[in-house]
């Protein structure tokens, strides 16, 4: 499988088609329809026989970890391979090469709101245990009900979070759709 990274902007027709295709297979959903911010996500595509097969994308966000440490967040979504090629190994692929660009990126930590725990964390994402804060405006809310999975991109970050508690806590900016 080829990969490509290619910013949302710079998508042409048929990547734009191919893409929405296995979202909306997916999802049930387009992922640059339903909100604006995702109209400067980055796309990661798998290639086979010319045709995109694999997908995810990437926002970024700014995590503040326990009130004190800014973290660059890559904030992945619409991971998803087509349902014909699926069992194959095309979408753990593709996250190997989405977790090498992003450490050659700059970026510290990527993050992600899972459907399925289980595939996620056997390449190593593991479950974030503190509180999870969204802050707009001048106000702060807790959102419990959400559960994140984190990927440590650097080595500073390991170390702290490889300790993560529930006394710990990640807060970043309000977004429009779905906030984590």
Same mark, same amino acid.
């Given at each position: 499988?080829?990969?490509?990274?290619?910013?949302?902007?710079?998508?042409?027709?048929?990547?734009?088609?191919?893409?929405?295709?296995?979202?909306?297979?997916?999802?049930?959903?387009?992922?640059?329809?339903?909100?604006?911010?995702?109209?400067?996500?980055?796309?990661?595509?798998?290639? @086979?026989?010319? &045709?995109?097969?694999?997908?995810?994308?990437? %926002? #970024?966000?700014?995590? !503040?970890?326990?009130?004190?440490? =800014? +973290?660059?967040?890559?904030?992945?979504?619409y991971v998803t391979t087509d349902y014909r090629l699926r069992g194959k190994g095309l979408a753990s692929q593709l996250l190997r090469y989405l977790i090498d660009a992003l450490t050659t990126l700059g970026?510290?930590?990527?993050?992600?709101?899972?459907?399925?725990?289980?595939?996620?964390?056997?390449?190593?994402?593991?479950?974030?245990?503190?509180? @999870?804060?969204? &802050?707009?405006?001048?106000?702060?809310?807790? %959102? #419990?009900?959400?559960? !994140?999975?984190?990927?440590?991109? =650097? +080595?500073?970050?390991?170390?702290?979070?490889?300790?993560?508690?529930?006394?710990?806590?990640?807060?970043?900016?309000?977004?429009?759709?779905?906030?984590?």
């Amino acid at each position: 499988m080829q990969f490509k990274i290619i910013p949302a902007q710079k998508l042409d027709k048929l990547q734009r088609q191919q893409i929405a295709e296995l979202c909306f297979t997916a999802f049930d959903e387009d992922p640059w329809s339903q909100y604006a911010f995702m109209q400067t996500a980055s796309h990661l595509v798998g290639i @086979l026989d010319e &045709k995109i097969v694999s997908h995810a994308l990437w %926002t #970024d966000r700014i995590f !503040i970890i326990n009130d004190n440490t =800014s +973290v660059k967040t890559a904030y992945v979504e619409y991971v998803t391979t087509d349902y014909r090629l699926r069992g194959k190994g095309l979408a753990s692929q593709l996250l190997r090469y989405l977790i090498d660009a992003l450490t050659t990126l700059g970026y510290e930590l990527a993050a992600l709101q899972p459907e399925d725990d289980a595939f996620y964390k056997k390449l190593g994402w593991t479950s974030w245990l503190g509180s @999870l804060y969204i &802050k707009q405006n001048t106000s702060t809310y807790l %959102t #419990d009900m959400h559960e !994140i999975l984190l990927y440590s991109l =650097s +080595v500073k970050l390991k170390e702290l979070l490889s300790h993560n508690t529930v006394d710990d806590a990640i807060c970043t900016d309000w977004r429009e759709g779905e906030l984590w």
